[in-house]
C-alpha cells in the first residue's frame, strides 16, 4: 500500500480493523507490540516501523508534522520541573469528577497525557503504564485526553488499567498548560483519511490535541519529573517512570 486515500466517510465505525486497510494493519502491529517483552520504545518503534511500510506518504507527513512542531517548541512552556502543578476538575469515565487536590490527598500523582484511544502509540503507552500501576503504589497514575466517555472507557478496558482515565473537555486544561497543539489541515486530512474520527471522539471541530506528557507530581503539588515530547511516536519510558516515581514515594 503506496498511499492512503482521502475520499474515505469518516464515521468511528470506520475506524475498526475491517474499514480501513491501515488501521487494519496498525491493528495487527498493535497486537503485536503490547505482547513483547521489551522496553517501550522499542514496542513503539513497531507501529512506526508498520506505518512507513504501508504508507511512505503518511509516514512522511508525520515527519514533516512533528518537525513542525519541534520548531515551534510546542509544550516547552508547559509546567516545569520545580513548579506547582495547575489544579484541575475533571470527568474520569464514569462521570466522576476526580480533582488533583483529591488525588494528592491520598499520594504523589503520575499525570499522564495523551491523543486518544484511537492512536495506536497511544493504546500503548496506556497498557505500558498498566502493566506497572500496582508497582508504582502508592504513587497513582491519572490519563488525560480530550476524547469522551464511551471512548475513555474503551481505552481503560483494553489497557487493563485501574486508574482514572479523564475527558478534559475541548482540551482546556492542556491549553492552559501550554501543552495543547493545533493539527494542521494536511495531517487532519491525513488521519480522517485513515478513518479516524477525532472531531467525533473529542465532541469538538477544533482539531485540537494535547502533546503527550507525563508530570510526576510530589503530595505537595510539586512537579519533580515532566516528559514532554511533541514527537508523538516517542513516550517517556517505564524505567525512567519507575526511576522518577521512587523520588516522590513517601518513606516506608
Given at each position: 500500500?503506496?498511499?492512503?486515500?482521502?475520499?474515505?466517510?469518516?464515521?468511528?465505525?470506520?475506524?475498526?480493523?475491517?474499514?480501513?486497510?491501515?488501521?487494519?494493519?496498525l491493528e495487527?502491529?498493535?497486537?503485536?507490540?503490547?505482547?513483547?517483552?521489551?522496553?517501550?520504545?522499542?514496542?513503539?518503534?513497531?507501529?512506526?516501523?508498520?506505518?512507513?511500510?504501508?504508507?511512505?506518504?503518511?509516514?512522511?507527513?508525520?515527519?514533516?508534522?512533528?518537525?513542525?512542531?519541534?520548531?515551534?517548541?510546542?509544550?516547552?512552556?508547559?509546567?516545569?520541573?520545580?513548579?506547582?502543578?495547575?489544579?484541575?476538575?475533571?470527568?474520569?469515565?464514569?462521570?466522576?469528577?476526580?480533582?488533583l487536590s483529591?488525588?494528592?490527598?491520598?499520594?504523589?500523582?503520575?499525570?499522564?497525557f495523551h491523543?486518544?484511544?484511537?492512536?495506536?502509540?497511544?493504546?500503548?503507552?496506556?497498557?505500558?503504564?498498566?502493566?506497572?500501576?500496582?508497582?508504582?503504589?502508592?504513587?497513582?497514575?491519572?490519563?488525560?485526553?480530550?476524547?469522551?466517555?464511551?471512548?475513555?472507557?474503551?481505552?481503560?478496558?483494553?489497557?487493563?488499567?485501574?486508574?482514572?482515565?479523564?475527558?478534559?473537555?475541548?482540551?482546556?486544561?492542556?491549553?492552559?498548560?501550554?501543552?495543547?497543539?493545533?493539527?494542521?489541515?494536511?495531517?487532519?486530512?491525513?488521519?480522517?483519511?485513515?478513518?479516524?474520527?477525532?472531531?467525533?471522539?473529542?465532541?469538538?471541530?477544533?482539531?485540537?490535541?494535547?502533546?503527550?506528557?507525563?508530570?510526576?507530581?510530589?503530595?505537595?503539588?510539586?512537579?519533580?519529573?515532566?516528559?514532554?515530547?511533541?514527537?508523538?511516536?516517542?513516550?517517556?519510558?517505564?524505567?525512567?517512570?519507575?526511576?522518577?516515581?521512587?523520588?516522590?514515594?513517601?518513606?516506608?
Open positions: 500500500m503506496s498511499s492512503i486515500r482521502h475520499d474515505v466517510t469518516v464515521s468511528p465505525e470506520s475506524a475498526s480493523p475491517e474499514g480501513n486497510p491501515l488501521v487494519a494493519a495487527v502491529a498493535f497486537q503485536r507490540s503490547r505482547a513483547m517483552d521489551a522496553p517501550l520504545g522499542v514496542r513503539l518503534k513497531v507501529i512506526a516501523d508498520e506505518v512507513r511500510a504501508l504508507s511512505i506518504e503518511f509516514a512522511d507527513a508525520v515527519d514533516v508534522f512533528v518537525s513542525r512542531l519541534e520548531r515551534a517548541g510546542a509544550g516547552d512552556s508547559a509546567p516545569r520541573v520545580g513548579e506547582t502543578m495547575p489544579p484541575f476538575v475533571l470527568p474520569d469515565e464514569t462521570g466522576r469528577l476526580v480533582t483529591g488525588l494528592l490527598a491520598t499520594g504523589p500523582v503520575a499525570i499522564a491523543r486518544g484511544h484511537w492512536c495506536p502509540y497511544c493504546r500503548l503507552n496506556a497498557v505500558a503504564l498498566a502493566e506497572v500501576q500496582d508497582q508504582i503504589k502508592p504513587v497513582q497514575i491519572v490519563a488525560i485526553s480530550a476524547e469522551r466517555r464511551p471512548y475513555t472507557q474503551a481505552l481503560k478496558t483494553e489497557a487493563g488499567a485501574d486508574f482514572p482515565f479523564l475527558t478534559d473537555f475541548g482540551n482546556a486544561y492542556a491549553l492552559s498548560l501550554n501543552l495543547a497543539i493545533w493539527v494542521d489541515d494536511g495531517m487532519s486530512d491525513m488521519i480522517a483519511g485513515a478513518g479516524w474520527d477525532v472531531p467525533t471522539y473529542q465532541g469538538d471541530e477544533a482539531w485540537i490535541l494535547p502533546v503527550p506528557a507525563v508530570f510526576i507530581v510530589d503530595q505537595s503539588g510539586v512537579i519533580r519529573t515532566r516528559h514532554v515530547d511533541p514527537d508523538y511516536r516517542r513516550r517517556m519510558e517505564i524505567e525512567d517512570l519507575l526511576a522518577a516515581v521512587k523520588a516522590v514515594k513517601p518513606p516506608a
